[in-house]
């Protein structure tokens, strides 16, 4: 029994391990995190980043870059990942210090590490499945000048981060633009957001013969996913409608790390025409 207990608190050991949050000691590579300490009047402040071995200096523009250097206040951005399994000590962790010089030329010198990790924080559009019939799918259609209608349809993007969402770690506020594009059909209805927050939109209202709609997303802390619903009017024909959604420019807004892998930001849906059954004649 005591066997098996001592197992169950190592598998919860690893959790807690493996789950590690964001922050300016643990950083996400291309994150950025403020490191400071008090500022004493008369004092003058440097910033230094040193490799794993805590005597190489690390290299800025490679390794790291930094904003506000000679402040008590500085921020820096990792640009190249550890790897504390290495056997080489100075890929293990960075060694940041900060030497104060008092106003009486005594100085004070403090240090943290720092280990950069693999960003895991990302922004996907999950696949919006095959493509379906338009709303005048079946209905009964008077004359060719009817209006068909319009159809709508929805996308659903979705953030992780630590490898999985929610989880204990990092729950940021994240955002991106978005670009909508119809390749026939026009919009008839500007896009609603569930779970963020439009904002700098390409158009406020609705008029004839838009097919591109843009503007940017804001979603809160603690939320993992947002759904995109858009609307546009139904055609005659053979040609498919497709609906594209892009993102760019998607980060998490605490510590300003754009996402790991942009090449997963486009998805379409498929709208499918109705045929162009004439008027029934008669004799």
């Known amino acids: 029994m005591n066997y098996m207990k001592n197992i169950f608190v190592v598998l919860i050991m690893f ?8 922050t ?8 950025t995190h403020n490191y400071n300490v008090n500022n004493i009047a008369g004092s003058t402040y440097l910033w230094e980043v040193f490799l794993g071995d805590e005597g190489t200096a690390a290299t800025a523009g490679t390794h790291y870059s930094i904003k506000n250097e000679g402040t008590n206040s500085s921020d820096i951005t990792w640009l190249k990942a550890n790897n504390p399994a290495s056997a080489d000590t100075k890929e293990q962790k960075y060694f940041v210090v900060i030497t104060e010089t008092g106003a009486n030329g005594c100085i004070t010198k403090r240090a943290i590490d720092v280990v950069v990790e693999a960003n895991e924080f990302d922004v996907t559009i999950e696949d919006p499945g095959t493509a379906l019939c338009s709303s005048a799918d079946g209905k009964i259609i008077n004359t060719a000048k009817d209006n068909l209608g319009n159809s709508t349809r929805s996308f659903k993007v979705k953030m992780t981060t630590d490898g999985a969402y929610p989880t204990a770690g990092f729950k940021p506020e994240w955002e991106f633009e978005y670009e909508l594009t119809s390749t026939i059909g026009d919009f008839t209805k500007l896009p609603v957001c569930v779970g963020g927050t439009i904002s700098a939109p390409s158009h406020t209202s609705i008029v004839a013969g838009i097919k591109k709609l843009t503007g940017k997303i804001t979603v809160p802390a603690g939320t993992a996913e947002v759904t995109i619903t858009t609307e546009s009017a139904n055609i005659w024909g053979t040609a498919d409608e497709t609906i594209v959604l892009k993102l760019k420019a998607v980060k ?8 790991a892998d942009n090449t997963n930001n486009t998805e379409d849906i498929i709208i499918k025409p109705i045929p162009t059954t004439t008027d029934i004649a008669t004799d």
């Not at 998490?252 to 996402?259: F, G, L, R, V």
């Open 24 to 31: 300016g000691k643990t950083p996400f590579l291309n994150s």
């Open 15 to 22: 959790v807690a391990i493996s789950a590690t949050a964001q």
């Open 252 to 259: 998490e807004n605490k510590y300003s790390t754009p996402e």
